[in-house]
């Protein structure tokens, strides 16, 4: 390739730190001189227009979409579904009168997204890609386009790229939002500026994301992710993230959801992570971590700043609760990146895996 590594071993890691420019750099391109936020009128409009948002995506993507179904649903009131590509394709959902479709995809060339595309085109509706390749076929074949400008993603993995669809999903929302004419206790830029400095942070220390991965899940096959809410989409986030690349056995579990099945396959020392971001969930989270504590799980608790409690096993800093995705996320790229390396896999190319899927 010709984007070269520097000194990093691996694309993936080089990846995760440049993370915070990024953000910053979303920051600037979505970013009038006054200030304010620069999105196509014709964008603004065919969200004005629409009763129902349809995002179709696949992989790390679809789990972008379904926080961004958070972002547009609490900020811009709009309802959304969110849909894996292949399943929409052969299922396809009743459709509302006035439906928009977004299509998430860093490389905009997964052939299952692609399919789904094709047919509601025919079909006369309006679509909106967002993607990491402006020009690429989901690009071009789309009636509108969003720059993730997260710049060449090499590594299998997807890590900037996917805080780069949330950031670009929590500006539409915000535009769509003050576009409607509510008015919003959140100024997306400055937000996202905090953002790009707490993933630096925790760039700057990773020496703690390696012991959590050395102990916790190098010896295991398998790991539990356990998070409410947002912090949920996350978990099916990480837990992706390990498996892709440690090819260790990893599921992301809603904490209420752990009784009804799930709590059946905690053995002594199952390592459990569990996230906790938003306040409002904390004590339910934190009685799931005691349950599976009670059946012999190792725990690993990641927080925020400003709710940790004694046993935490690491603290994130804290950003606006709306936009915890974009950093508690990268504990989670950290801690399987090093779970990958310490058992000896092939982390920017891990087995059976491309980086862009051009067959259904
Ligand atoms: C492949 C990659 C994943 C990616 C998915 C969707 O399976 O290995 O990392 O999330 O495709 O790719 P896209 O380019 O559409 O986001």
Redesign the pocket.
Known sequence: SDIEKGTYPHYMLKEIDEQPFVIRNIIQQYQNEDGNLKLEESIRQAMKDTDRIYIV??????HAGLVGKQFIEKMAGIPVEVHIASEFCYNMPLLSKKPLFIF???????AD?RAVLVQVKKMGYKALTL??VPGST?SREADYTLPLYAGPEIA???TK?YIAQLAVLAILAVDTARAQGLSLDFEPLKELGIVANAIETLCDNKDEMKKIADEFLSTHHNAFFLGRGIDFYVCLEGALKLK?ISYIQAEGFAGGELKHGPIALIEKDTPVVALSTQKQLDLNIRGNVKEVVARGANPCIISMEGMENEGDRFTIPAVHEMLTPLVSVVPMQLISYYAALHRGCDVDKPRN?????TVE
């Open positions: 995506a696949c992989g790390t993507s679809y998430i995809s860093q490389s905009g060339e997964t997204s993607t990491n989901l299998v993995a997807s790229a892709e895996l491309a980086k862009s899927v």
